[in-house]
């Protein structure tokens, strides 16, 4: 990768096909890895996705050879047997593993992935994830359940979607709930006064409203995932300091949540319009580097070719949680 990044260089933005970026990124480097890939990739990711997968040896290291998973044989038969019942998951899974793989490299001993995925991938994701990471990795299953938009009449409307979060080392991933933000109780009339005015932990089940249209969060990105959800995950789930990774970064929420909250990040998405979304979200925070890594675009370009979205993003006003403030790197 151009612009070699340690962690000792300052949070960065990176343009790219973040396959081609992940390998060059050091191993254990990430204290958390926040994921929100795009749903049905479908067979146009499959070619490009295989062509510059590494093959991971049982131990976990990166041998020659094709592919075994960290479990070996055991993730195999089970990856053959699942696959098997369905063309489109088999094609967003060929597309997935690859980047897993590299997730699982680059995250700290300590580290955590928060896999957030849709209700029709989640549950063969599941049994995969189990498989690769080994079942004793799994942390939790966060449903972020919502209530916005049409409601199918012909069964119940789907109105969650699910995070599989995972640990490298379940003896020694960091996790510390007491800093989450609190939620208020659903029947405060069976708790204590004080009870009630500290307000209770949230559990595994998160009630929390969509980006809303027309509120002050909105950056226009299509597929923007709300501060309060992402505040929870980071909040729990890493230090101050430490470095947090998204490389299906879109509107840049991770990074954006990461600086508010004095963590450091890098963010990766191969889409002109997410750079242009993410140039205007860090407009106000110093020290963040931008990298284009695509071949074709040069530097700067995202946010100049399209007119369109540089207006409605130059016209949003980012609140200073949001947005955050420059931090020492
Ligand atoms: C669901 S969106 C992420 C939205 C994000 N969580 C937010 O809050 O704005 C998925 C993103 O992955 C990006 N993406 C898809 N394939 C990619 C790839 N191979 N490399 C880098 N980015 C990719 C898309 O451009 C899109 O912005």
């Known amino acids: 990768m151009q612009n070699a990044w340690t962690p000792t260089s300052p949070s960065r933005v990176i343009h790219a096909n973040n396959l081609e970026v992940l390998p060059g990124l050091p191993d254990g480097a990430f204290t958390l890895i926040y994921l929100d890939p795009p749903f049905n990739t479908g ?12 093959s991971v040896a049982v131990d976990g290291s990166h041998a020659a050879g094709t592919i075994t998973g960290f479990k070996g044989q055991r993730y195999e038969r089970i990856k053959g047997d699942l696959l098997g019942y369905d063309d489109q998951f088999e094609d967003y899974w060929a597309f997935l593993e690859p980047r897993l793989i590299e997730a699982w490299r680059l995250l700290a001993d300590d580290g955590t992935l928060y896999l957030h995925l849709d209700y029709r991938e989640a549950h063969y994701a599941k049994v995969l994830l189990d498989a690769l990471f080994g079942r004793e990795c799994f942390l939790n299953e966060l449903i972020w359940a919502y209530d916005y938009g049409a409601k199918s009449k012909n069964k119940w409307p789907t109105k969650h979607d699910t995070i ?9 991933y960091y996790f510390d709930s007491t800093t989450v933000d609190r ?6 009339g069976l708790v204590t006064p ?8 949230p559990t595994d089940v998160w009630w929390h409203t969509i980006v809303s249209p027309t509120g002050k969060e909105k950056t226009g990105y299509p ?6 959800i992402l505040r929870r995950i980071i909040q729990a789930s890493s230090r101050e300091g430490d470095w947090v990774l998204d490389f299906f970064a879109g509107s840049g929420t991770t990074g954006a949540v990461a ?3 004095g963590r450091r990040f890098v963010l990766i998405d191969q889409n002109p319009e997410a750079l242009a979304v993410m140039r205007v979200r860090f407009e106000l925070v110093a020290g963040i580097d931008f990298s284009d890594l695509t071949e074709e675009r040069p530097e700067n370009d995202a946010v100049g070719s399209q007119p369109s979205l540089r207006k409605r993003a130059s016209q949003q006003k980012l609140p200073q949680s949001i947005a955050g403030t420059a931090r020492p790197n």
């Open 259 to 261: 600086n508010a909250l």
């Open 223 to 228: 597929t923007q995932k709300p501060v309060g």
């Open 164 to 172: 599989l979060v995972y640990v490298k080392n379940p003896a020694r």
């Open 43 to 54: 067979r146009s990711q499959k070619r490009q996705s295989t062509t510059s997968v590494r």
């Open 194 to 201: 004080e009870k009630v005015a500290k307000g209770k932990l």
């Open 183 to 188: 939620e208020p109780y659903m029947a405060p």
